[in-house]
């Protein structure tokens, strides 16, 4: 595996060795003893996600106060422009985010640690995003920074309205909301 560095330390991008012939392809998603030596991370996986979502469908940033997660996120199908935002306010780079594409064609896996806010827009006709989590979802934790905040000015390649769900569309700007210490 080759790792990425992003523009935010934390945040790596990795790039599975894929394997193919004429029967099609091969990559390891996921191997704990090859990530944490390639990253220096030790994570303990609880819960893996799967979502669909259609063209336009922008989720996000969602992150949870308490049981904060760690993400191990990969496309298994279409293409995504994913984003991860630095909610920790004694870091270095607090306010800050970082942006990948990903896609099922060019195989990438994106470690996102706890402390982050993440989300992602649709940009194929469908596209189906896989992660795993190092605490289990706990609604009750669970908070939203509005997509389209300006203060962090992300460049989401959105034209028009993208899809959101309500609870998206309530989201909080970054300065109102609860962030970790």
């Known amino acids: 595996m080759k790792i990425v560095p992003s523009n935010i330390p934390d945040v790596l991008i990795i790039e599975p060795r894929v394997f193919g012939d004429d029967r099609g392809s091969f990559y390891e998603s996921y191997n704990e003893r090859e990530f944490a030596a390639a990253t220096g991370v030790s994570a ?3 819960q893996d996600n799967h979502s669909g979502s259609a063209k336009y469908v922008l ?3 969602h992150y949870q106060v308490r049981q904060a997660q760690g993400k191990l996120v990969r496309v298994t ?5 994913d984003v991860a935002v630095d909610i920790r306010r004694g870091s270095p780079t607090f306010g800050k985010w970082t942006a990948a594409v990903m896609s099922a064609a060019a195989p990438r896996v994106c470690w996102i640690p706890a402390g982050f806010a993440h989300g992602f827009f649709v940009l194929s006709d469908f596209a189906e995003v896989q992660y795993k989590t ?5 609604p ?3 908070r939203c920074i509005i997509w389209n905040d300006r203060d962090l000015g992300i460049p989401w390649p959105v034209t ?3 899809v959101l769900s309500p609870k998206d569309r309530a989201g909080l700007p ?3 909301a609860e ?3």
């Open 44 to 46: 303990r996986f609880v």
């Open 59 to 61: 989720r996000g940033l």
């Open 77 to 81: 199908a279409g293409e995504i422009y």
């Open 134 to 138: 190092t605490e289990y979802w706990a």
């Open 140 to 142: 009750q934790h669970e």
């Open 160 to 162: 028009g309205d993208p």
């Open 174 to 176: 970054f300065r109102q």
């Open 179 to 181: 962030v970790f210490p």
